[in-house]
T-cell receptor, first 109, second 116 residues
Framework: LAKTTQPISMDSYEGQEVNITCSHNNIATNDYITWYQQFPSQGPRFIIQGYKTKVTNEVASLFIPADRKSSTLSLPRVSLSDTAVYYC??????????FGAGTRLTVKP | NAGVTQTPKFQVLKTGQSMTLQCAQDMNHNSMYWYRQDPGMGLRLIYYSASEGTTDKGEVPNGYNVSRLNKREFSLRLESAAPSQTSVYFC???????????????FGPGTRLTVT
């Protein structure tokens, strides 16, 4: 199982771009990189998934370098409602992906 | 379209009591999962069901049993509850997840269980 390392916490201000980097040095060839967001007292919510290069959707971008040993979740122009815990998962199947402690993002006014 | 529903929302058990947590999804998903989340920690996979009729152990299966009743429903049973099982339990489902391309998991609202 690929182990992931991400910062425990980050602070930002409204309107700023936030980049959360996840390290996964032993990622396997078949592994995907998936990010989830979790608000207090709720289940996680899927944000984005990628395999290589860059993926963008309506809420975030995911940057993956050629060696795939890390990935960066980019949230453009965050608001107070983006305060949450963000999880980086790596795996080929859902049953072998592991949720670590995540990154607690606090957005301040 | 309710997504993933879980019952009950809250439960308090005494040590040694048993109970079943219910989960249902209306998205016609093949795969379903049970996780537990302890305070300040990430989710840990208890059991999963890749498709109707199959179940497999996850990271922390001890003390739990599951039943994939049909494609919609996946239940989690605690036969003899222990204080260490105090946690929030989340059920999730995905279209694929076992060799498929649709990994996105949809989570239910959770069941907050306290064992005294």
């Amino acid at each position: 199982l690929a182990k992931t390392t991400q910062p425990i916490s980050m602070d930002s201000y409204e309107g700023q771009e936030v980049n959360i980097t996840c390290s996964h040095n032993n990622i396997a060839t078949n592994d995907y990189i998936t990010w989830y967001q979790q608000f207090p007292s709720q289940g996680p919510r899927f944000i984005i998934q990628g395999y290589k290069t860059k993926v963008t959707n309506e809420v975030a971008s995911l940057f993956i370098p050629a060696d795939r040993k890390s990935s960066t979740l980019s949230l453009p122009r965050v608001s107070l409602s983006d305060t949450a815990v963000y999880y980086c998962l790596v795996g080929a199947y859902n049953n072998d992906m592991r949720f670590g402690a995540g990154t607690r993002l606090t957005v301040k006014p | 379209n309710a997504g993933v529903t879980q019952t009950p929302k809250f439960q308090v058990l005494k040590t040694g009591q048993s109970m079943t947590l219910q989960c249902a999804q209306d998205m016609n998903h093949n795969s379903m999962y049970w996780y537990r989340q302890d305070p300040g920690m990430g989710l840990r996979l208890i059991y999963y069901s890749a498709s109707e009729g199959t179940t497999d152990k996850g990271e922390v299966p001890n003390g739990y049993n599951v039943s994939r009743l049909n494609k919609r429903e996946f239940s989690l049973r605690l036969e003899s509850a222990a204080p260490s099982q105090t946690s929030v339990y989340f059920c999730a489902s995905s279209e694929g997840g076992h060799g498929g391309s649709k990994y996105e998991q949809y989570f239910g609202p959770g069941t907050r269980l306290t064992v005294t």
